[in-house]
């Protein structure tokens, strides 16, 4: 399993149940990163989706107590979700939120996927900081890249010990 998102230099992810920023760029890694994969979110990332409809052409699973009706799968705890998740390869099982799910399921992703963004976006939903973290390295990074008026960098982190699950 790994994780994508975009986060600003205080680890921000989100602002009012919503991006903090419109990065073109980013958007398109996320689809051409994501299409035909399997998607693990918590019911607000589904929510935060337009009409609160599942992403086109990916797997939609969705951790909350709660059935969520049409085209989702729904898992309502961690055991479920690891059980649901074995089904599919490893490598296309991608966690993408909220923050909540990500601070659940980073343990178990092998690798992250975090697009910086060099910009303090007043986000008031945070993930932890992977570059304060041991578990985690960071093993490769582009140069610095303007998207729509941001700069930002595609980061990828390596999880040093992932929990098998």
């Given at each position: 399993?790994?994780?994508?998102?975009?986060?600003?230099?205080?680890?921000?992810?989100?602002?009012?149940?919503?991006?903090?920023?419109?990065?073109?760029?980013d958007m398109k890694f996320?689809?051409?990163?994501?299409?035909?994969?399997?998607?693990?979110?918590?019911l607000n990332t589904l929510?935060?989706?337009?009409?609160?409809?599942?992403?086109?052409?990916?797997?939609?699973i969705v951790l909350c107590?709660?059935?969520?009706?049409?085209?989702?799968?729904?898992?309502?705890?961690?055991?479920?979700?690891?059980?649901?998740?074995?089904?599919?390869?490893?490598?296309?099982?991608?966690?993408?939120?909220?923050?909540?799910?990500?601070?659940?399921?980073?343990?178990?992703?092998?690798?992250?996927?975090?697009?910086?963004?060099?910009?303090?976006?007043?986000?008031?939903?945070?993930?932890?900081?992977?570059?304060?973290?041991?578990?985690?390295?960071?093993?490769?990074?582009?140069?610095?890249?303007?998207?729509?008026?941001?700069?930002?960098?595609?980061?990828?982190?390596?999880?040093?010990?992932?929990?098998?699950?």
């Amino acid at each position: 399993m790994r994780a994508i998102l975009h986060a600003d230099e205080k680890w921000g992810i989100g602002k009012h149940n919503d991006l903090m920023f419109s990065l073109p760029a980013d958007m398109k890694f996320f689809r051409e990163t994501t299409k035909g994969k399997v998607v693990v979110m918590g019911l607000n990332t589904l929510l935060s989706f337009p009409n609160a409809k599942p992403l086109k052409n990916r797997i939609n699973i969705v951790l909350c107590p709660d059935d969520v009706a049409e085209d989702v799968i729904t898992v309502h705890n961690l055991q479920e979700l690891l059980a649901e998740v074995k089904k599919y390869p490893a490598d296309d099982v991608f966690v993408i939120g909220g923050a909540s799910v990500y601070a659940l399921l980073f343990p178990y992703c092998s690798e992250i996927l975090v697009t910086k963004v060099e910009e303090d976006g007043g986000a008031d939903v945070f993930v932890p900081d992977l570059d304060a973290d041991v578990r985690y390295e960071l093993v490769a990074q582009s140069e610095q890249l303007e998207d729509n008026g941001h700069v930002i960098r595609f980061c990828t982190y390596r999880n040093l010990a992932p929990i098998l699950g």
